[in-house]
């Protein structure tokens, strides 16, 4: 449309270059450069076409989007242009920006940038059986981390690709932005599921949370993430009926791309540096978001300090499921007896303070506690007292059972769990009168201490 | 090979050198290099006694393709 | 054909390529499977190898491929790879 504009400034000896997206042969007899693979215009960040760039020593120094005839004429400095166009036309969208082009154009100009090595699958291998050969997986298919996948993965942060987010156990490697993300190709994720993982990564390698003990364990603990925030619903995580379980793409894939991490950068796999001897399904993925909107209280990651309105994750050594039935207490001081039996048998019902624990609240238990008036401390303070126990009960020996706790405690008081050694978060259906109880690991400086970080994006 | 090798099962393959190249073509298609031990050309029409010499020859490299 | 390039989710410690299996110190006393490929004289070659495996302090097992022309089916790869501890394939030419 602009092609009378173009003639006009060509034919005043202006310095003019066209580049032509499409056609080479567009428009035809100015001598346009062939920018058909979008390099030119790519570098240039042309958004409109046709975008009139002025150009002084090699250097962009102004830039026109669209047609506009005053514009135009005041900076080429050729009046009478574009006769018989309209004064102003908006322009097309730049090929730059079709669907997809970003992150194509980004591998093919950019694909240096990403300094990760290059992996060549043989042209007669399976993309699948080849990443599975190579130890890549976790025993289930992953998603091949192609450049286009990556740098799309990448868009899902602000931050610098070769930012380092976390030294990462048991190998001790700085792991970058660009290693996480393509971990997180791997695992399945959304680019928007990112930032969760940049987080939980970081938390998870910390020395608090002790990654590497965790995984020479021979218990059978893995890590699992809490997720509290807006950012939980912005990215589609489940906090409601099978949260724990499968079918969330959120959920299954911020937790697997974590253990990947752990696996592919920090060398921990089973077999090698991994020592369970059980382990548990949750050490394929374990991460669920907290239901906020219909709790009781406030949220885990502001009872841990983090400002309310914040986005959070909260990392917690965990090692499987028991569920906790209690389909008849109609009072808080009933069912919080009931998660007391039921948090005693946490690795053994006589081994006390060395293994932390979360309790899982559903929706419909929630509501007991919500009706009588109980906050999270009351409910914490009722478990706390429940939780305590005669030492002649849990020493070595007592009952017949030759496990238990030092004889020197016979005649203590001994509470189950340390001090803030039991976390309570509110998730699950609302249908079902039962709660759920995450086993710890060894708690403490020896063990792991619950991380809670703020997410990043 | 591939496949044994996938399985655990440390593997050598003999061939004779007119299968150089297209052991080398393989193995980057398949993303995988076995271990190999090349023998003079030809095979088809030797004795019994010169095949007898050609695994006499291969055997120090048959050994070593198959131990640390 | 156009091979598909991933990038590499690993610390990059390991060797780019795909290594081969650990293999053992020495294979006296172990199993070793000997696969024939039928190819002709292959087995020549093979009986010789055999003895001077033998001679070694190997255990030697033979096995036999119905035709060269095809990969070894199924159930004889299962069968090498469950009685064998190594395995020489002879002799393509």
């Known amino acids: ?457 | ?68 | 054909m156009t091979r598909t390039e991933l990038l590499d989710p690993t610390s990059e410690r390991q060797p780019a390529a795909r290594q081969r299996v650990a293999r053992p110190a020495s294979l006296r006393g172990l199993t070793v499977g000997l696969l024939d490929i039928s190819k002709p004289r292959g087995d020549v070659f093979l009986d010789r190898l055999e003895e001077l495996l033998a001679g070694r302090g190997v255990e030697v097992l033979r096995f036999h491929k119905p035709t060269f022309t095809k990969p070894a089916p199924a159930d004889l790869r299962q069968e090498v790879a469950s009685r064998c501890e190594a395995v020489v394939e002879a002799l393509a030419d």
């Not at chain 1, 007669?124 to 981390?145: H, I, K, Q, S, Y």
């Not at chain 1, 590497?212 to 993430?225: I, Q």
């Not at chain 1, 060395?354 to 008036?373: K, N, Q, T």
């Not at chain 2, 995988?32 to 020859?57: K, S």
């Open chain 1, 1 to 457: 449309m602009v092609v009378p504009a173009l003639a006009r400034l060509r034919d005043s000896g202006a310095a003019l270059t066209i580049f032509t997206q499409e056609d080479p042969d567009f428009p035809p007899g100015l001598g346009a450069v062939d920018d058909t693979d979008l390099r030119r215009s790519y570098e240039a960040g042309v958004e409109i076409v046709p975008t009139l760039l002025t150009v002084e020593s090699g250097r962009v120094t102004g830039t026109l989007q669209g047609w506009l005839r005053a514009d135009w004429e005041r900076v080429t400095g050729v009046p009478g242009l574009g006769e018989g166009l309209p004064e102003h036309r908006a322009g097309c969208g730049s090929r730059t920006l079709d669907p997809g082009m970003p992150e194509v154009l980004s591998a093919r100009f950019r694909g240096e940038t990403l300094r990760s090595r290059r992996i060549e699958v043989g042209d007669l291998e399976d993309d699948f059986e080849a990443m599975e050969a190579r130890g890549w997986t976790d025993g289930l298919p992953v998603e091949p981390p192609t450049r286009e996948r990556v740098f799309r993965m990448l868009q899902g942060t602000l931050r610098d690709p070769q930012e380092v987010v976390a030294v990462v156990p048991p190998d001790l490697v700085e792991c970058t932005v660009e290693k996480v993300a393509i971990n997180a190709v791997l695992a399945g994720c959304r680019p928007e599921y990112l930032p969760v993982v940049l987080t939980a990564v970081e938390a998870a390698c910390t020395g608090e949370f002790n990654m590497h003990g965790l995984l020479a364990t021979t218990w059978s603990s893995g890590p699992v993430v809490i997720v509290n925030g807006p950012i939980a619903a912005r990215i589609g995580m489940n906090s409601g009926g099978n949260a724990l379980g499968q079918g969330s793409r959120a959920n299954a894939t911020i937790g697997r791309a974590l253990q990947l991490v752990v696996r592919n950068v920090g060398g921990g796999r089973p077999g090698g540096v991994d020592r369970a001897t059980h382990g548990n399904p949750g050490k394929y993925t374990f991460c669920f978001a907290e239901d906020e909107r219909g709790s009781p209280w406030e949220p885990l990651a502001v009872h841990r300090g983090m400002a309310p309105g914040s986005s959070a994750v909260t990392l917690f050594a965990g090692s499987g499921l028991q569920p906790v039935a209690d389909q008849l207490s109609r009072m808080p001081e009933s069912l919080a007896r009931t998660y007391a039996a039921c948090l005693q048998a946490v690795a053994h019902p006589k081994l006390a303070l060395a293994w932390d624990a979360v309790l899982v609240v559903s929706p419909e238990h929630g509501r007991v506690f919500r009706e009588a008036g109980w906050s999270r401390a009351r409910l914490q303070g009722e478990l706390d007292a429940l939780l305590r126990r005669p030492g002649s009960e849990l020493v070595r020996g007592a009952g017949g059972i030759a496990e238990g706790m030092p004889a020197a405690l016979a005649d203590a008081d001994v509470p189950k769990f340390r001090r803030d050694g039991l976390l309570i978060v509110h998730a699950g259906g609302t249908a079902g009168l039962f709660s759920a109880i995450i086993g710890g690991w060894v708690s403490g400086a020896t063990g792991s201490e619950p991380v809670t970080r703020e997410v990043r994006e």
């Open chain 2, 1 to 68: 090979m591939t496949a044994l090798e996938g399985q655990g099962v440390p593997a050598v393959y003999v061939a004779s050198t007119e299968f150089v190249e297209a052991a080398a073509a393989q193995a980057r298609s398949l993303g995988f290099e076995p271990a190999g031990v090349f023998v003079a050309h030809p095979i088809q029409d030797r004795t019994d006694a010169e095949m007898h010499a050609l695994a006499d020859a291969a055997l120090d490299a048959v050994w070593a393709r198959l131990t640390e």
